[in-house]
């Protein structure tokens, strides 16, 4: 190598003197322009920069010409030329280098003392540029650090730059257009490549923050269709039901699906969510004709959920309100219009007196709920969210949010089979178990804190729980790592939950802040197939229907459903701790 490096050097040398001999001879030939350009050419033809595979200027070498390029292989040692500035970064991208970097104005016998075995882009240029500046290398002041710049030469020539090398703190990667691709492995999921958060996807972690809480429920991944028939009650209290019963007329047409007005898509009932003040929350306590032990949670809906009363079913006066409203000895008569919405869930008295407890110190302050939108014809048409599969609030401590969720599969049973549906076509139970509640937490990290600030970490805690699915071996840690560093960590301390990272991505207008969800899945109660065959009695005839192992209830004939099928409720309450020691997340979503 040295051999053709001397050659090298002599070839240089001649041609600069030559192109020298002819810009002296004839000047008038060569504008400002051109000689600023000549300098530059020049410039590429003086001493090279060397870097060496090894420490001390050994190993294989590769010569380097002025500008920026990749670095492929180890890079220990480099020869800088007088005159000459040599900028090495620890990574690269579409952009250029990034991470921790350093430039260098003098040969240097150890780069790994600066930056270790990680050198992968080099940025090579004159100390001195066409407008006269100088540079001067990265520094500190008063504990501060400066990064390189250039400067106007200093009076008398004094030399800015008697400092040693210094590392610069880690350079975020250069903002891409391109989407973020994630490699998951078990569970790390690992940031291939950042991009920013892509349109759609900024608009939902924006929703989430400022209208949610921080959080997506179950309609994260889309709507969530219900059944269009109605739901029948049961006049099953006391002595009235029973004659009822007796003459086959205890079951009414009474909870119904609601639709958006004007809304005339081919699919148009499905479950909500409803964001609002909680004005109030108690347990009913009915025992006679028409029992009901729901827990009652009164919401007036914030304004983005306001069409939850202004586009649903008006105020009417039915024959069933008459009757309720006649037998517990209120006035006859309807509101005008509606100001709050009911969301109502059934469940073991020890979930329900927990989540009345939990609300009880939340009145006047942000609940969010998901569920079926319907409308009760026994109370005016009152909207509600019903059954209330899902509630979620959050509150801002010193060190992070402190997140509590709830996902309860209706007790009450009234909500399971079809054959409690009628007055409409299709068949498919509102709040059959199992119920699976899905969250996605919003986050956000700047990449700068990584070797600054400990990862971002969330951990579950339970509070009650009854018939909650398990997944086998899902209590790990689950990590979102970037450049080898964890950003995130979420750890469920049970077998309870599947966890993903989505809508990874920087925040639109950054270069250091990450953001995206964590989407957490776990789901309570149980469906068990307990027969492959159910029989449909007709008078003396009895038919035989074949229900193959595996089938999805909903396409069982609802006449044998109950023969073949096994359903019992379930509930989880638990909370989500985010903790980052040290300077936490800008992001805050607390008390509203």
Known sequence: MSVFYSVGRVVMKILTAMLLAVIILTPELFSQTQLQKTHKMLATFGPSVVVYEDVNF??????????????????????????TVVYLYEFADDGGGYGR?????????????????????????????????IWVRNKTENGQFISGHWERERAGGQNPNSSEPLVSPPLPAHVSNAPTVLDVNDAVTNIKSLGVQQTGEALIWEHSVNDQM????????????????????????????????????????????????????????????????LNEVHQAGIDDILPDHDLNIVVEPNEKYQYLITRGHSPELTEITKIGLENSGEAVECPDHFTELEAEIDSRNEAKDQLEQMLKGRLENTVCLYGPWIYDKGHCCQPEIHPAEEVWWSENNPGGNK??????????????????????????????????????????????????????????????????????????SYDLVYQGKTLVSFSPHNDA???SYENVGLAPGTSDIVRGFIVIETSV????????????????????????????????????????????????????TQSEPGPVSTMTTGNQ
């Open 214 to 277: 921080g959080i997506i429920g179950s309609d994260f991944r889309g709507s969530e269709e219900i059944g269009s028939a109605a739901f029948e009650r049961e006049f099953t209290g006391g002595l009235e039901g029973k004659v009822l019963d007796f003459f086959g007329a205890s079951n009414i047409n009474f909870w119904y699906p609601q639709k958006e007005t004007n809304d005339h898509r081919d699919i148009v009932y499905f479950k909500r969510t409803l964001v609002g003040k």
């Open 525 to 576: 109660g149980t469906c068990t197939q307990v027969a492959t065959e159910g029989a449909i009695i007709n008078g003396t005839s009895v038919t035989k229907i074949n229900v193959p192992e595996g089938t999805d209830p909903v396409q069982v004939d609802q006449r044998v459903e109950r023969q073949v099928f096994e359903k019992v409720e379930g509930y989880y309450l638990f909370s989500v």
């Open 497 to 499: 939950f599947k966890v």
């Open 101 to 133: 970097s350093v430039d260098l104005m003098e040969d240097c016998p150890d780069v790994t003392k600066y930056l270790g075995n990680n050198v992968a882009y080099i940025d090579v240029f004159s100390s001195k540029n066409t407008q006269g500046l």
């Open 58 to 83: 050994g190993g294989a070498s590769q010569t380097m010409a002025m500008g920026k390029s990749n670095l492929t292989g180890k890079i220990s040692s480099v020869k800088v030329p007088q005159g």
């Open 403 to 476: 997140y509590y969720f709830s996902v309860i599969c209706d007790a009450s049973k009234r909500y399971w089979w079809k054959d409690q549906m009628d007055d409409g076509t299709k068949l498919k139970p509102w709040g059959a178990p199992p119920i699976t509640g899905r969250f996605a937490i919003a986050f956000q990290k700047k990449i700068n804190q990584i070797t600054l600030t400990p990862t971002l970490k969330y951990d579950v805690t339970n509070i009650k729980a009854y018939n909650v699915i398990e997944y086998p071996n899902a209590d790990k």
